[in-house]
């Protein structure tokens, strides 16, 4: 899988494309990444874009439970950070639903949108046209 990241130091945000094959190992690598990242001083908001993934790898609960695990743990240093992750539908829609059921107790907030515009709406971010 390829990950792609941008930061906005001004707008305190993180854009992640997850690109190819997706595998959860290499999300948890990234995210354990993001948290040791002096560029993004906490709360930072993170959108987490899945449009270009093609093949969710199988067998991911346990990973999908580490991090939302992770994520329920005393993160108050990280309170206010935002994720919002665009997914079209599919498998991966569903591991973000579940991720997100599990990590209900974490301080930071998570939504999952099925395209760009409402992910940035939430976060309250001007709209941007997209490259076509």
């Known amino acids: 899988m390829g990950i792609e ?9 993180e854009i992640v494309t997850w690109k190819g094959v997706l595998s959860p190992e290499e999300v948890v690598a990234h995210v354990f990444e993001q948290m040791r990242d002096p560029a993004l001083p906490p709360p930072f908001d993170c959108i987490y874009d899945g449009r270009e993934v093609e093949v969710v790898v199988r067998d991911e609960d346990d990973v999908i439970r580490q991090l939302a695990s992770f994520h329920n743990e005393d993160l108050e240093w990280i309170s ?17 639903r579940m991720f997100i059921g599990l990590a209900q107790s974490s301080p930071v907030s998570n939504e999952v949108f099925r395209d760009m515009a409402s992910a940035r709406e939430w976060l309250g971010l001007p709209y941007e046209e997209e490259a076509g």
């Open 80 to 96: 206010g950070h935002r994720n919002a992750f665009v997914v079209p539908g599919g498998a991966l829609y569903g591991l973000v």
């Open 5 to 13: 990241s941008r930061v906005f130091p001004e707008q305190n945000l």
